[in-house]
């Protein structure tokens, strides 16, 4: 049986996503989910999303990393889904979905490729030596480093992946380096083991531990180069409580199929 796919990205984090409204397509099937995100055996991606229907939203986005085990929160996934929920004419300009991590609302240009997107506020920041932990939908480590566009962020950020400490249940890992007027984040993505252009809930990590380093507080909008384009998170912060926290950045049809 071939399935119609449609593949997104949304600053080089890319996904195939499935209108799985019917309910058709089994969420059990990891394999599945895992050859059809390979780079050169399937469509490849950096994970997999369901759209579903739920009777309390405008829908449910169900997400599985590319090693076809179900993920935690995608910031950029969920951009890309809102921008896929419009062009199915599920919603128009403004969206409430359900996701892993609780009830998300998003807002979308008229042209559908524009998305910022509602993030759970983020009450705790830990730290690790110098370096931030901290849970934005997905577990995060924030590294600040100079040098960025040189370093081995596969290796190095494998290594801290793989730390005693995380290694069981896993953690993204985002080195930052900053500039006058941006941050400059590079990703080493849990459930992709790799980096990866882009990481929605990683540059909204990498804003709250900028903005908690300098002691900002009050309305604050960052502006994030990734390798894949530029982002933005714009928040408030008080005392050490993160709220109204939004990701903003581009979502984009590439192509749709059948496998
Ligand atoms: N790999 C993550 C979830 C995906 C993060 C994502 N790319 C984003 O944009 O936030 C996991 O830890 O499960």
Redesign the pocket.
Known sequence: MSVHFYKYQ?AG?DFILLDNRSGAFNPEDTDTVRQWCDRRFGVGA??LMLLQNHADYDFEMV?Y?ADG???????????CIVAFAKHLNIIDSETNFLAVDGPHYAKITAEGNWVELQMIDVHALNRDGEDYVLN?????YVQQVIGLDTKDVYQDGKQIRNQENYKTA???VNFVEEHPDHLFVR?F????EDE?Y???????AVALAIAHTKGQQGKIETDIKVLGGRLKVQFEANGDNYSNIF?CGPAKRVFEGEI
């Not at 934005?136 to 995060?140: D, E, I, L, W, Y």
């Open positions: 949304g984090n950096d994970g997400y990393n085990n179900p993920g935690s929160m995608c910031g950029n996934g969920g951009r934005t939908g997905s577990p995060h896993g953690i993204n990703t993505e849990r459930g992709v990866t882009a990481c929605g809930t990683g540059v909204t990701l």
